[in-house]
């Protein structure tokens, strides 16, 4: 789904001076700006990366001749950005059992004949 810009106008020296929204497609002249929604929600965070190093350190020991470390490390990468909105202090913790579940799942699915 596309996302659709909010249009604003300044309109100065009516009376009526402030932000209203136009129409889409409004042909009157203004100072316009445009506010686009951002397309993916971005971690206002940072957090150590120790304990995610060392999570894709037990999770390649454990999963070691099943999922290369690249596909750990996506996994635990993924895994961190769906958590994005948890506690801090937890976000290690969940993110290594959601990471371990999601690599057990995809030992456990077959793969896709395309």
Avoid: K
């Avoid at 290369?68 to 994005?84: K, M």
Wanted: glycine share 6%; net charge neutral; charged share 25%.
């Amino acid at each position: 789904m596309a996302r659709t810009p909010v249009i604003f106008a300044a309109t100065e020296g009516t009376g009526e001076e402030g932000l209203s929204a136009l129409p889409h497609g409004s042909r009157e002249r203004h100072a316009v700006l445009v506010i686009t929604p951002p397309t993916r929600r971005q971690p206002i965070r940072t957090l150590d990366r120790r304990p995610f190093d060392q999570t894709v350190e037990r999770l390649c020991l454990e999963f070691d001749s099943q999922f290369s470390r690249i596909r750990v490390v996506s996994t635990v990468r993924q895994c961190a950005e769906d958590l994005a909105g948890t506690p801090p202090g937890a976000l290690p913790e969940l993110c290594e059992r959601l990471a371990r579940q999601r690599l057990l799942d995809m030992m456990l699915t077959p793969a896709a004949c395309g």
